[in-house]
């Protein structure tokens, strides 16, 4: 089973509103990543947790907040976003994030529109 | 440093027809390197990878080989279908990150 789920699948809210997107993997993996993915580009890279850990944050600004309570889940927490945050946000995993050019397998992303 | 370059698009095809997306790399060392698919309103799919010098990654018909002396990985597939109108994005795996070229949307017409 390679399958990485991801929920909310659409969401949207304001820009003074709180919300959570949510990841789980039931794959064994240790590294998870978010990603965002604006229309028509590749994703970029938010944060990776390798062993429920941070181990990078891409300069992402502070209305972002990762966090990984445990090995298999990935929450992202979104307070006071503005519109140009509105994209499809990319969970993915792999096994450890310790080593080069592991494959990272992606859940099927949540919608976000934020008004 | 690490960067993916892809060929522009769209591609637009016949069913039937032969595919080649190019895809060139920049890299220090020797990082595996990946095509994923994204079919529209969904995540990125795993295509295919390779993870040294003259590997063939293949899956589903598609194939592409790691060209160290090119710095190449061009995917092919010799008859593509109306299902495979998606983007494929080439990507070079490196320590904790991926770098990513721009993705091209392919489009098959019957």
């Known amino acids: 089973d390679t399958e990485v789920t991801q929920t909310p699948k659409h969401l949207v809210m304001g820009m003074t509103n709180k919300k959570s997107l949510k990841c789980e993997q039931h794959m064994g993996h240790r590294a998870m990543y978010w990603y965002k993915q604006k229309a028509k580009k590749p994703p970029e890279l938010m944060f990776v947790y390798s062993y429920e850990k941070l181990s990078i944050n891409e300069s992402v600004p502070s209305r972002f907040s990762p966090e990984c309570p445990n090995s298999s889940l990935l929450n992202l927490h979104l307070h006071a976003l503005q519109p140009e945050d509105s994209a499809l946000y990319l969970c993915?995993?792999?096994?450890?994030?310790?080593?080069?050019?592991?494959?990272?397998?992606f859940g099927p992303g949540t919608r976000l529109l934020v008004l | 440093g690490n960067s993916v370059t892809q060929m522009e698009g769209p591609v637009t095809l016949s069913e039937e027809a032969f595919l080649t997306i190019n895809c060139t790399y920049t890299a220090t060392g020797y990082p595996s390197l990946f095509w994923y698919v994204q079919y529209p309103g969904e995540g990125l799919q795993l295509l295919l990878k390779a993870t040294k010098a003259d590997d063939k990654g293949s899956n589903k018909g598609f194939e592409a080989t790691y060209r160290k002396e090119t710095t190449s990985f061009h995917l092919e597939k010799g008859s593509v279908q109306v299902s495979d109108s998606a983007v494929y994005f080439c990507a070079l795996g490196g320590f904790n990150k991926f770098y990513f070229g721009s993705g091209t949307k392919l489009n098959v017409k019957p």
């Open positions: 993915a995993s792999s096994q450890t994030g310790l080593a080069g050019g592991e494959t990272q397998y």
